[in-house]
């Protein structure tokens, strides 16, 4: 504390022009007092002007005052000197090369600390006293000081710049609003300032948001990981006890004596050469569960075969199919269909702007107006398509009910292409996904850009089967009947998603059924 009343005592008695302590003072006639040789330079200065000035306040003088030492004040000085106090050391004040400095410093200069706009000239915190004890100044706008004081000054009328106009987005002065920016939308630039950190704050607070939802979705993501590797840990381990078993089989059936072997067996029919395709496909398992039933099968069946006698293995080649026993054969009726009833929801993040969702995202309707749902990386940016949020695997039925001028019903991959008008993004013209397009008097299939006429009944509703493990994908006219339009044999390597696109003015609904 005692050390702060020492440096405001000194800084009493510096001289504002020098910024030292104060060297034979003299006081002028305003009350301000300065060392005698600083303030006989600086009116030296002025003396062309024949008006010489008072360097804080401004004040004019004519004629040049005379100069009388201010005994008082020498004494005062003189005691500080005596009793120790001496100014503060000032040098962390001066400007260096990258700081702002006082325009009013002769000499040495020091950093300023504020930029008048009214002035337009920065000023350090001994010359700046005036902006605050003269009435003169009163009204001037002071800021931080800043190289850049000159962007804040009109170009053009040397104005300072105050007004923003939103019409060009930049800010212009007073004059500028009753010549090129006539007419146009101005602010003040204050508010235009307030609006935009308001705008900033919200933008911050949904970038927050997203951050979290993403951290929700990581950690979602981990537990699904976690999942899988217990799953697939799990079928390894059934997986190898099973083919322990499958060995053990197999030696046992090689150890047969060889005599009697070719006594039971003294001449074997040559086999046929096999028209039969493998109908055993690789299918993309979510989990690892299936695995073992499986394996399971595939156990099963070989002790069939090897029960069986030599001459009937021409028999059993065909019909060995580990992943798709005969007995899994398509629904022949609707109740059947039913069993594998799967409801479904379209997902908001995937739907082009264009797609009204409504019934609880089970419905979809084009409009020429844009939606203004958030950007997304899912979202079809120009296809007026959406996908549901269900990842579709096994068997799974659905029916979807359009209105209007038609509609294209798809199944596809998660990862098809979003971004732009390209094949590659709209359904059916890529290998990526499946569309059954329906009008008012027709349909038409298309995969990978393949149009494929479909002839049958014209209805209101689709009904979609799919049997995803063995690759079948079929679409029914749905009335009083159920009529198979048509069907689609393929090996799926990815889950599905349901995707519909509807014509301009045209409604779908995936229906919910009982």
Known sequence: MAQRQNQTESVKFSCSICLDQLKDPVTIPCGHSYCINCIKDHWDGEDQRRIHSCPQCRKEFIPRPGLEKNIMLAEFVEELKKTGLQAAPADHCYAEPQDMACDVCTGRKRKAVKSCLVCLA???????????????????????????????????????MKIFCRTDQQCICFLCTMEEHKGHKTVPAAAERAEKKKKLQESRQQIHQRIQDKEKDVK???????????????????????????????????????????????????LRESTHSSRIKICPLRFFRNVTAAVTELRDKLQDVLKETWTNIELMIPVVDVLQPKSELEPKNKAGFLKYLQEITLDPNTANRKLVLSQGNRKATLMEQQQSYPDHPDRFTNCDQVLSKESLTGRCYWEVEWRGGGVNVAVSYNNISRAGRSKECLFGFNDKSWSLRCDTESYTFFNSGVKTPVPGPVSSRIGVYLD???GILS?????ETMTLLHRVQTRFTQPLHA???????????????K
């Open 475 to 479: 679409f029914y006219s749905i009335s």
């Open 122 to 160: 920065s000023y350090c915190q001994n010359h700046l006293q005036p902006h605050y004890e003269s009435p003169t100044f009163k009204k001037h706008n002071l800021v931080e000081a800043s190289t850049k004081l000159q962007q804040r000054i009109c170009s053009r009328h040397d104005e300072v």
């Open 499 to 513: 995707g519909i696109q509807p014509y301009y003015g045209s409604t779908a609904e995936f229906k919910k059924l």
């Open 220 to 270: 979602l993501l981990q537990q699904e990981v976690e999942a899988i590797n217990v799953s697939a840990d799990k079928a390894v381990e059934d997986s190898e006890k099973i083919f322990t078993e499958l060995i053990r089989l197999l030696q046992e059936r090689s150890s047969e004596d060889h005599n009697q072997f070719l006594l039971n067996y003294p001449s074997l029919p040559a």
């Open 468 to 470: 995803h493990r063995a």
